[in-house]
Nanobody
């Protein structure tokens, strides 16, 4: 079965950096759109970035453009999120997700399009 396991969260001060990892297994990694989402207490889950492994194409939410970078290691079936210049408003639970509908990353921005989710990793940024 599909499994997504995140790691790398933690606490950091504003301006600092963290790197999240998502190890994927149980399916053909290159064929699913991979996304990072986050959810802060009392707020809706929102997209952070997405990547289509077969092509390497990426998409970003406006709020993280220029600060966060999504990448992958195909040999390890692992997705990464490098987060730089962190802000307190980046504080949230971060989730890795996979969309295997077969449409690439069409609809990358909507949580409803992702069938598989990791358990999440907490990121806390202090001012």
């Amino acid at each position: 079965q599909v499994q997504l396991v995140e790691s790398g969260g933690g606490s950091e001060q504003a301006g600092g950096s963290l790197r999240l990892s998502c190890a994927a297994s149980g399916y053909t990694y290159s064929t699913y759109c991979m996304g990072w989402f986050r959810q802060a207490p009392g707020k809706e889950r929102e997209v952070v970035a997405a990547l289509y492994p077969a092509s390497g194409s990426t998409n970003y939410a406006d709020s993280v453009k220029g600060r966060f970078t999504i990448s992958q290691d195909n040999a390890k079936n692992t997705l990464y999120l490098q987060m730089n210049s962190l802000k307190p408003e980046d504080t949230a639970m971060y989730y890795c997700a996979a969309d295997g509908r077969g449409f690439g990353c069409l609809g990358w921005f909507s949580p409803a399009n992702y069938e598989y989710w990791g358990q999440g990793t907490q990121v806390t940024v202090s001012s």
